[in-house]
């Protein structure tokens, strides 16, 4: 049993939970039990625990029974009924979320994880339940789930599902009715003396945290026969066996915390791993003592002596979903080189990580090393590779085996890249590889270089690194990758100062030079970022990956950059329409960023280059410039870091401390970026293209936060920005347009004053079809316009699956923010902030701002969409259009 909580002292938690009476409750238990749903039985330590099957029909009892007396009719009546449509897409009533966003590879998100499909709607509220119960499931039902919603005023129920549909966030509403020829509750059957009161016709919804919160109070049985906690549960039951035993170690809540994070990243994995892998497996490659497995991905037409990246996944991962995370095979394609993903088992490690901690899997010649090394041997063999470019990257606990190997066979690896790792040795075991991911451990600079040295007979050259972590990271420490800098500084004998600073795509990157200026040692510190790979998802050349848990898109590609560190993108630059470097075009490994820097400073080795940012971030910007020329930007995406400097400095004048590199955002600090981190680490964001996207149904709630502070006066707003347009600037900027309204002194505005009010209907007054009002205004932008605002919506269109509501805001006639409630109704009863909107494709246009409210009816039944909208903020627009 997982838990003892009885019938009855579960129905007063219920109680409580619902905000109902307890005494209720009560009651509708007894009633239960004398309508012979539940068999009797005793009170007090003998009385039956409450299942989640006994719970859902609670559940139901209370929410869909007007008085107490309907109690087991309403739920022999709504237990029973049945799915109208479970498939997303159609005409399912859904709430769709800001425009279409298209993936890195052109394919829709992944599907769902729980499947409902026939299931009558009350076995599958006790399945959601029994999920909700288990501690290795929990997180599924968190991220997928949005809600359970019962009409009382009609046999009709719905669960509601967050999802992603055609690129857009969206909430789809599984729908349950009556089965044909079943009756109706008696009292809303007219034919048996019922009498519908309109005050039942309302609706009552519960939240997934509610839903979850019941569920693990409830009692699963010993046996655990649920097919669909089978089916989820039977690997990530280790995650919650290792969760109870990390509440006995000295770091047990960072350790519960990033357990359960992994429990959303094996659920992401699974789902990769279910569709078709572009990666294959291969066997018989050596002795494997490390018991790994071998998958590799060749693109078409590699060339002769092509190099070879091996790529190593983290906990909880597999090698396809990293390969589908990290975008390599993408970026194989382009440039032609081979790609080899070892692949840890379950039962090696109860979370699929690499052993890097343990002697036996971190030494020459034993265990997981000497696999991987097999894997290599075999692939330059069999397909005729360059050995003298084999490359080795991972990241989490694929990064700590990326040191391993580096150490342990430097002669193999030309180069590696530890995306948030850890030295090598820094760990004897377990207990030890928890402390260091979780506070770091320190040593010399000496000390650390001397167990690299110590690890095999070789006596050089050196691997090159290139090292990248999140300052957010709170699952490993960001000060390990300092001491791994430390530690490869050592090895290659250099001064622990960098010999070059700047900032690449608005993010500070170290670089350490050899005595023949070649890059040795390079440093992306990835400011706001929590654990994980930084990505750029999109179709364009620098560009690849897709979005999940511990893949995290904040404007720079790691996978990309490292390729280039590598020297890897000139391989097969004519097919991919890039123009060929010519030989001894390139420093050793050295990214075209950091040439430039290097030959603008042409400063000695060892030696304090240019100024950082002088240097750095000019000779950068023409490169950047150029790689993002034409590029598409997703809608709704905030600017690049470096982007949003450069508009500061340009407003203040450019200050010296900006110029080197040490201004930042509002207080020193991006506010923004730290409160996504913090809500990712709580399991209350998920990480996504960017915080907006990437949020519950697409709320920007770190934008909420931080409009929190602004009107606190603990934040200022961001620089270069219009003021909220008053009702006189409104006026004179010549908003036109009809069904807006310009509400004065309205006390309901976000921060008192004024604001807009659009309003539009369709259905009534013998009117139907699509009706849409909408107010428009001229403006020029500048070169990085955003737009930002406040907004309420109240969009009911909850008449029939093809009646709808929406709320757009359209540049030149281009959706660029959208809501749309098809067949549902969506409230948002609080103030929303959409901040930083990205315009970037109007820049330096003039254009036509347009905010518009749509409804559409088949029927004559009221549909209508409300919006309130205030704060209309323009960043970077030069001036208004001249007639306005």
């Not at 009715?177 to 109706?184: E, F, K």
């Not at 060339?303 to 790529?311: D, E, I, M, Q, S």
């Not at 979005?547 to 790691?558: K, L, Q």
């Not at 950047?624 to 982007?643: C, H, I, K, Q």
């Amino acid at each position: 049993m997982v838990n003892r909580l009885a019938r009855y002292e579960f129905s007063e938690r219920l109680a409580d939970l619902l905000g109902e009476s307890r005494r209720d409750l009560r009651f509708r238990v007894t009633l239960m039990v004398t309508g012979g749903l539940v068999a009797p039985g005793p009170r007090g330590r003998g009385s039956p625990p409450a299942t989640p099957q006994y719970a859902a029909q609670l559940l139901i009892g209370a929410m869909a029974a007007p008085q107490q007396a309907q109690t087991v009719e309403a739920i022999r009546c709504y237990e029973d009924l049945r799915p109208a449509a479970v498939a997303p897409g159609g005409n399912t009533p859904r709430v769709l979320f800001g425009p279409a966003v298209a993936t890195a590879d052109g394919k829709d998100q992944p599907a769902a994880t729980i499947c409902l499909d026939g299931m009558p709607f009350g076995e599958a509220l006790a399945q959601l339940l029994e999920l909700a119960c288990a501690e290795e499931t929990r997180a599924i039902v968190a991220g997928e789930l949005f809600g359970v919603w019962v009409n009382r005023g009609c046999p009709v129920a719905s669960l509601q599902f967050s999802a992603w549909w055609q690129g857009r966030r969206a909430v789809f509403s599984h729908t349950y009715g009556l089965a044909p020829g079943a009756a109706p509750p008696a009292w809303l059957d007219p034919q048996r003396g019922g009498l519908v009161d309109p005050g039942l016709f309302h609706t009552v919804f519960l939240p997934v945290r509610k839903l979850i919160e019941i569920g693990s109070l409830t009692t699963l049985s010993d046996d655990r026969s649920s097919p669909m906690l089978n089916k989820l549960g039977h690997k990530m039951a280790a995650i919650a066996n290792m969760a109870k035993l990390a509440a006995k170690t000295p770091h047990g809540s960072r350790w519960e915390k990033l357990l359960a994070t992994l429990a959303s990243v094996k659920a992401w994995s699974d789902q990769v791993d279910s569709q078709e892998s572009r990666l294959h497996e291969v066997s018989g490659f050596g002795s494997n003592p490390g018991e790994l497995k071998m998958c590799t991905y060749l693109p078409e037409g590699l060339p002769a002596n092509a190099p070879l990246v091996v790529v190593l996944h983290g906990c909880t991962q597999s090698a396809a979903s990293y390969n589908k995370g990290s975008g390599w095979s993408t970026v194989a394609d382009r440039h032609g080189f081979a790609l080899l993903f070892p692949q840890q088992q379950w039962n090696n490690n109860p979370l699929r990580c690499f052993n890097w901690f343990r002697p036996e899997d971190n030494e020459r010649d034993r265990g997981e090393p000497q696999s991987i090394v097999q894997m290599v041997d075999q692939m330059v063999a069999e397909h005729g590779l360059d050995r003298r470019r084999v490359y080795v990257t991972g990241t989490s606990s694929g990064g700590a085996m990326t040191t391993v190997m580096l150490a342990s066979y430097p002669e193999v690896f030309a180069g590696g890249a530890v995306i948030a790792g850890v030295p090598y040795r820094t760990a004897k075991g377990l207990q030890e590889g928890l402390e260091s991911i979780f506070q770091g451990r320190s040593r010399s600079a000496e000390e650390w270089g001397a167990l690299v040295r110590a690890a095999s007979t070789h006596q050089g050259p050196w691997p090159t690194l290139s090292v990248w972590h999140g300052d957010a990271d709170t699952a490993v420490k960001p000060i390990n990758a300092e001491e791994l800098i430390k530690q490869w500084a050592d090895v290659h004998g250099l001064d622990a100062k960098p010999s070059i600073e700047m900032r690449v795509d608005g993010y500070p990157r170290r670089v350490w030079l050899g005595a023949n200026g070649e890059e040795l040692i390079e440093s992306y510190t990835i400011t706001g970022m929590s654990h994980g790979a930084a990505l750029d998802p999109g179709p364009e050349p620098h560009q690849c990956g897709t979005a999940a848990p511990f893949f995290n898109a904040v404007g720079i590609s790691s996978t990309h950059r490292i390729a280039d560190f590598w020297g890897l993108l000139g391989e097969r630059s004519a097919s991919t329409g890039a123009p060929e470097q010519a030989p001894g075009a390139r420093r050793a490994g050295s990214g075209a960023a950091a040439e430039a820097a290097f030959d603008a400073a042409a400063a000695p080795t060892g030696e304090p280059a240019v100024e950082p940012m002088a240097a750095g971030a000019a000779a950068a910007e023409p490169a950047r410039e150029s790689a993002t020329r034409g590029r598409p930007v997703d809608v709704g995406e905030p600017p690049t870091r470096e982007e949003a400097a450069a508009d500061a400095r340009k407003a203040r004048g450019g200050t010296s401390d900006e110029a080197s590199g040490t201004g930042h955002r509002a207080m020193g600090l991006d506010v923004h970026g730290i409160i996504s981190a913090s809500l990712q680490a709580a399991g209350l964001l998920k990480p996504g293209n960017r915080p907006r996207s990437s949020a519950p149904l697409g709320i920007d709630v770190p934008g909420i936060i931080s409009t929190a502070l602004e009107a606190a006066g603990v934040l200022k707003g961001g620089a270069q920005r219009s003021g909220p347009f008053s009702p006189e600037t409104l006026r004179s900027a010549g908003w036109e347009g009809a069904g807006w309204d310009l509400l004065h002194d309205d006390p309901r505005a976000f921060r008192g004053g004024s604001m807009l009010y659009g309003h539009a209907s369709s259905g009534d007054s013998g009117a139907v079809g699509a009706r849409a009002q909408a107010i428009s205004r001229r403006l020029r932008l500048g070169p990085r316009p955003e737009l930002s605002y406040v907004r309420r919506l109240d969009l009911n269109a909850a008449v029939n699956d093809y009646t709808s509501a929406s709320f757009r805001v359209l540049v030149d006639g281009i959706v660029v923010d959208e809501v749309t409630a098809i067949g549902m109704v969506h409230q948002e009863n609080e103030w929303l902030r959409q901040s930083a909107v990205d315009l970037a494709r109007f820049a330096n246009r003039q254009v036509t701002l347009t905010l518009e409210v749509a409804a559409y009816a088949n029927i004559y039944s009221t549909v209508y969409a409300k919006a309130w909208v205030d704060q209309v903020t323009i960043s970077n627009a030069v001036e208004a259009a001249a007639h306005c």
